[in-house]
């Protein structure tokens, strides 16, 4: 049972346009969201996180959209920059502390 | 931002033989440390919660006896892989939970093991 779902395996962007990465969640226990990033053969790097009581949390570049009712959450990079290409993972998780669910993770890719 | 440090980054082994990972926070004490594994193209998944001083809590489906986790201190955790075979082959990523409060986890570099 895949709780965490990020539907899309690749999304292709052009340098200096937004980039739009989705997460679907099934377990209404969720109360808290991040995303990481990763590159090959390395452990992820934390980006951004949003907790339950908010639907929006930006820094920087990335924005990160909540929408508790669809379970649905999104990151928004913009403007997309090549070293931006990576496979970004969205986790979860049912409080601070708690253990993450990851999902399956999409391979971003920046194009010049 | 914290530090988490793995050792080694990659191993080749003789199967049935066993490895250990360890997994240090540098700059924070981590009483939780968690271990993950991926597999090539697909998502982490947790395999164990390592408790500094008591045992580590493991997820449904793994071994315990074949993967051992130990956390002797607040900034050391090791996962050994005992008599490892070629399905084995992974890679394998710590973490640990930041001392901010933020619930955030940081990642250590990762270790990809490869069992003959």
């Known amino acids: 049972d895949q709780q965490v779902k990020q539907n899309s395996p690749s999304l292709s962007v052009q340098e200096g346009r937004i980039s739009i990465l989705n997460c679907d969640y099934t377990?209404?226990?969720?109360?808290?969201f991040l995303w990481y990033k990763k590159y090959p053969a390395e452990g992820p790097t934390f980006l951004i996180s949003i907790s339950s009581i908010k639907d929006k949390n930006e820094d920087g570049r990335f924005t990160v959209f909540l929408n508790k009712s669809a379970k649905h959450l999104s990151l928004h990079i913009v403007p997309s920059q090549p070293g931006d290409s990576a496979v970004y993972f969205c986790a979860a998780s049912s409080g601070l502390g708690q253990k993450l669910v990851f999902g399956q993770g999409t391979r971003l890719t920046i194009n010049p | 931002g914290a530090v988490v440090s793995q050792h080694p980054s990659w191993v080749i082994c003789k199967s049935g033989t066993s490895v250990k990972i360890e997994c240090r926070s540098l700059d924070f004490q981590a009483t939780t440390m968690f271990w993950y594994r991926q597999f090539p193209k697909q998502s982490l998944m947790l395999m164990a919660t390592s408790n500094e001083g008591s045992k580590a809590t493991y997820e449904q489906g793994v071994e315990k006896d074949k993967f051992l986790i130990n956390h002797a201190s607040l900034t050391l955790s090791t996962l050994t892989v005992t008599s490892a075979h070629p399905e084995d082959s992974s890679f394998y990523i710590c973490s640990a939970m930041g001392g901010r409060g933020t619930g955030e986890l940081f990642f250590g570099e990762g270790s990809r093991l490869t069992v003959l």
């Open positions: 377990n209404s226990m969720f109360d808290y």
